[in-house]
């Protein structure tokens, strides 16, 4: 006999959850510049709550020598309130100002100077995009796995600076992944509808974000889905740094991004720069823009364009 759908559902939760849980587990004891506590499925707010759960920060500024380019960490709001998740933050424009607000109190406090609403947006949403796009793509890199990360599923508290996922929505996987007989386990047939997946998984989360904020960082749909692939590359570079496995993670992402797959305007596009006793580097150069450079000019981005080889050699080979 099927079961009613009201019982189903827990049990798809259980087993997404059982397995999603190890691999965040995993990924979080690599990570320091992740900074993610996972939670159950049944700690959600129900949609007659008036605020989501509180949630966890996102990842703190320890990324220009890791492939993630200056990323501070960020608290969110619900409106005036303390609290959201990543669809609110999206569809409620005061939860957006509260976001953007919180990030500029940041770059006043670390830098002692008040930033233009668009350079606060800009490095808002790029914490964002790094964080979440981690999440989903940290499982694929490590385990094969691609969890389907839900807006809601992102909790986020402005006040206390915490962010927290939820390992609610199971996730794609290999015909060979020992977990691929659990409940809320989808198998796909090889690598590359894997990497579809992940491509995929990536643009429906953060579709909503991008367009909420358009307005607020006076860009349109191809620098911001720059971004978007930038995160995403930039967040597996890191993790190969990590686990000391950089090449690896290199042609992984360009196999990901080989080139643009819209909505991503261009591919991972990694090159190689020659240091000192003809050390080899990887290095790449962003299809977006975080607006660190308007934070700090001394020290854009390893990535930027405006950072040049020598510049980039010059730094990697010093460790910062």
Known sequence: MAMAPETAAPLHAVGATAALTGTYGRLI???????VRVVP???LASAGDPEPAPGRDLAPDRDRDLG????DGHAHGHGHAERLDGAVLAQDE??????????????RERHGHVPR???????ALHDYLWSVSLLMSGPWHLERRV??????EVRLNLAAAEFEVVTGSGFACLPDDPAAGLPGARVVSDQEALRAELRAAVVDHVSPLVAAFGRQVRRGPRALWGM?????????????RILGREDEAVRAATELLPHGIPPFPGGADFRRL??????GHHTRTRLGCCLYYRIDPSQACLTCPRTCDAERIRRIEAGS
């Open 94 to 107: 005061r939860a957006l100002d509260a976001f953007i607000e919180a990030e500029a109190v940041r770059i």
């Open 117 to 123: 609403r668009d350079v606060a947006a800009s490095r």
């Open 228 to 240: 978007v692939a930038d995160d995403l590359v930039s967040g597996i570079w890191y993790l190969g």
């Open 29 to 35: 004891a690599l990570c320091d510049a992740l900074d």
């Open 274 to 279: 020659t240091g000192r006793g003809g050390a």
């Open 68 to 71: 993630r380019d200056h990323t």
């Open 147 to 152: 969890p389907r990360v839900h807006p809601a």
């Open 41 to 43: 499925p049944d700690h």
